[in-house]
């Protein structure tokens, strides 16, 4: 069994910083991808960021320059530096891991940004 638990989520103002974490436990072997995604009220799930196990990333257009994605490999944590944030980055904020051909998720964390 996998379990991804997520933190960091919040309230922010426009311009603040925050960070999230999500760590993975249960029953992983080489996890390829780790990333986050997020979904705003009415809208689909979005990628925002993610990284392979080889470290590169990717980023979606709306937060390059701002989010920076980081994992720690030992301790399968991934890590969502979130900058200069705009009030259209509020959404519920999902880590994602694949394991394979097998996708995990956790339960999501709010991230609200205050105009």
């Known amino acids: 069994q996998v379990q991804l638990v997520e933190s960091g989520g919040g309230l922010v103002q426009t311009g603040g910083s925050l960070r999230l974490s999500c760590a993975a436990s249960?029953?992983?072997?080489?996890?390829?991808?780790m990333g986050w995604y997020r979904q705003a009220p009415g809208k689909q799930r979005e990628l925002v960021a993610t990284?392979?196990?080889?470290?590169?990333?990717k980023y979606a257009d709306s937060v390059k320059g701002r989010f920076t994605i980081s994992r720690d490999n030992a301790k399968n944590t991934v890590f969502l530096q979130m900058s200069s944030l705009k009030p259209e980055d509020t959404a519920v904020y999902y880590c994602?891991?694949?394991?394979?051909?097998?996708?995990?998720w956790g339960q999501g964390t709010q991230v609200t940004v205050s105009s």
């Open positions: 994602n891991i694949k394991v394979i051909v097998t996708d995990y």
């Open positions: 990284c392979t196990s080889g470290g590169t990333t």
């Open positions: 249960g029953s992983i072997f080489n996890i390829n991808t």
